[in-house]
């Protein structure tokens, strides 16, 4: 018996003819301590702000004008086949589990590609997509990805941790035929990724990512897998050269490189001299994404400027640089060309869509919208554009941070989360922010989602600021918020809710133990509690990796910092409510980091809630758990954060 109906029999004829409030029913697959129950009235009122699905492009039809694009089908994302622009959305897909990429066989497009993983573990394998799903790959605990089609279209190349689980070694298959499958090259570190095939089908493109800051390209013999780096380094090099492509002769690369200055540029290698043009250094800003077109005249890039992407198209015979205008102001992503037509497709997400594909006719600048997402009954106008503010900080820098206000009905100092991102490298841009707009249009919370220094999206040395032992230096740029937070006349400093999720939740934790009289409450998905236990068990094809940004635990000197500042030795200071997220499959942070932060914080007499995804990973992305996990907090803010109630 629930504890709902044993509550309603005791309460007999005592409590006849009047209503009794119900319960919101946890998924079977979450596991919830120290929540208390949630009334299914929060679920009702947040649910419209649940039900948005935005889509994103996949892949184009290798011979016609159509596609496959990811959307959310019921519980999970899932790849649909949409013939023309506008069309209907085909489900050709039926997974347990979310499908985001997928990839046309190169010929004629009689089945595709796609990956998987089981319960948020990242162990995506290989499925072929004809008139059944069919594994490619071992099914066990490798992770295999960045699907590369020959030219040709008989072979994929693809990376595969499968040989020890930490080096990302590249393998060669024909997908008709898994049998033929074998090891390329093997390598040493897990950053490799293949980018492209030449032209003649004779060489890879490979990318190894090294740290943010540096990164590398070789280039690998398809018979050999003999490689050489296409730029050699010398020591004490740190450039970045992250995406690369063949020009259509494939005599020649275009990649992206910091090379010379702060942001990436888009250059040219000659293969035979080495000699780097430099084609975009009149655009400020980094590239970060670039394809040529199939008859090779065009290629297609985007930048990030001051976190808005925009499109460029380069004439590759003339070198002239245009933009493309037309397209909504958002963030770009999934960049491709049909493989016969001079059309390139872009997904653009932005404050007011969750997601939408378009495509540019590099002919005529011709611009198609192929998709139309879906609000779930919200009105686009109805939600928020953010606004970029920017703070000084401790050290007399300038930090930003996109700026969603409430709705204009809420008058007085506005309650405020403070939303840090992970990566750490990664970036707040103007995305759409989902069920958090509920925040803002129904309980009147500003939302500020804050570019600490170590963010991408402003140069080559700001990035680098939070390395090692620096980084309670980006705690101090919250600090500087949390003063400029008190400047603001619409603002409360004394109701302030910091959250985030992976780097982001160890950031929130590091606020909540520096500065627990500075807020109210704090929110920390899959974060890390210690970078040095983090560091000995999140994934062996992530460690090496991840110690040259945070630092080397086997260093003492290292690990005594990590062990002084870590908010797991520090829990006895968090003073103010916590809720903790965690997926119990997630490879990156463990469980671990998330079990051992909330036994220490009950430890003080302050409420810890804990909620724990037995069917998730490095976040929630199941439809029933995101939801269940938003109505939880969504009754942590009001208790702690909008009330101010202890």
């Not at 080495?274 to 077109?293: D, F, K, M």
Request: proline residues 5%; contains cysteine.
């Amino acid at each position: 018996m629930s504890r709902l109906a044993l509550a309603l029999l005791l309460a007999g004829a005592a409590n006849a003819g009047l209503a009794q409030p119900r319960e919101f029913t946890l998924p079977s697959s979450l596991v919830a301590d120290g929540i208390p129950a949630i009334p299914s009235q929060v679920a009702d009122e947040v649910r419209r702000y649940t039900e948005f699905r935005g889509t994103s492009f996949a892949d184009w039809h290798p011979t016609r004008r159509e596609m496959l694009i990811s959307m959310r089908a019921g519980n999970v994302s899932q790849i649909h086949r949409v013939r023309s622009p506008g069309g209907p959305r085909e489900q050709v897909t039926s997974q347990n589990e979310p499908l985001t990429t997928a990839s046309y066989d190169r010929r004629n497009g009689s089945y595709f590609l796609f990956l998987k993983d089981t319960g948020g573990n990242e162990f995506s394998q290989i499925y072929r997509q004809d008139k059944e799903a069919t594994l490619l790959t071992d099914g066990g605990r490798s992770q295999n990805g960045d699907i590369g089609w020959s030219r040709r279209g008989d072979r994929i190349v693809y990376s595969s941790t499968r040989r020890n689980g930490a080096d990302r070694d590249l393998y060669v298959m024909d997908p008709a035929r898994p049998d033929t499958q074998r090891l390329l090259a093997q390598v040493q570190g897990g950053g490799w990724r293949p980018l492209e095939w030449s032209p003649d089908d004779s060489t890879l493109l490979v990318a190894e990512y090294r740290s943010v800051n540096e990164s590398v390209l070789w280039l690998v013999d398809v018979k050999s897998g003999a490689r050489r780096l296409l730029v050699p380094r010398t020591p004490g090099d740190s450039i970045a050269m992250a995406e690369a492509r063949f020009a259509a002769d494939g005599r020649s690369v275009y990649a992206t490189s910091d090379q010379f200055g702060e942001f990436a540029e888009l250059v040219r290698i000659e293969l035979g001299t080495g000699a780097v043009q430099r084609l975009s250094s009149s655009i400020p800003w980094s590239v970060t994404a670039l394809e040529v077109s199939g008859d090779g005249r065009f290629l297609a890039f985007t930048t990030n400027e001051a976190g808005l992407s925009r499109l460029y198209l380069l004439n590759t015979t003339t070198a002239a640089i245009s933009r493309v205008d037309g397209l909504p102001n958002g963030v770009m992503s999934d960049l491709e060309w049909h493989r016969r037509l001079p059309e390139v497709a872009v997904t653009v997400q932005s404050a007011r869509s969750p997601g939408d594909v378009y495509s540019v006719n590099a002919a005529d600048r011709a611009i198609t919208r192929w998709t139309e997402s879906e609000l779930g009954g919200i009105a686009a106008d109805s939600l928020r554009e953010p606004e970029l503010v920017t703070w000084q900080t401790f050290d007399h820098r300038q930090i930003n941070g996109w700026h969603y206000r409430p709705a204009p009905r809420f008058t007085g100092k506005r309650p405020v989360i403070v939303s840090i991102h992970g990566g750490p490298e990664a970036q707040a841009r103007p995305y759409f922010i989902g069920r958090s707009n509920y925040f803002l249009n129904e309980l009147g919370v500003s939302i500020i989602f804050p570019n600490v220094r170590g963010s991408t999206g402003f140069g080559k040395t700001f990035v680098r600021l939070d390395n090692g032992v620096q980084r309670e230096d980006s705690v101090r740029d919250i600090a500087a918020l949390l003063d400029w937070i008190a400047t603001r006349p619409e603002l409360d400093a004394s109701r302030i809710l910091v959250s985030g999720g992976s780097y982001g939740g160890y950031m929130t934790l590091m606020v909540a133990t520096m500065h627990p009289d500075r807020i109210c409450c704090a929110v920390d998905a899959v974060g890390i509690s210690n970078l040095a236990s983090f560091l000995q068990t999140t994934e062996a094809y992530r460690r090496d990796l991840r110690r040259a940004e945070y630092g080397d635990e086997r260093v003492p000197a290292i690990r005594a910092w990590m062990e002084r500042t870590a908010p797991l030795n520090n829990a006895h200071k968090i003073t103010k409510p916590l809720f903790v997220v965690q997926g119990a499959n997630d490879p990156r942070v463990p469980r671990a980091e998330a079990e051992q932060i909330v036994a220490a914080a009950r430890r003080n007499a302050t409420p810890v809630w804990y909620l724990v995804g037995m069917n998730e990973g490095h976040g929630f992305r199941k439809k029933e758990n995101v939801d269940a996990q938003f109505y939880a907090t969504v009754q942590f803010v009001r208790q702690f954060l909008v009330t101010g109630v202890p």
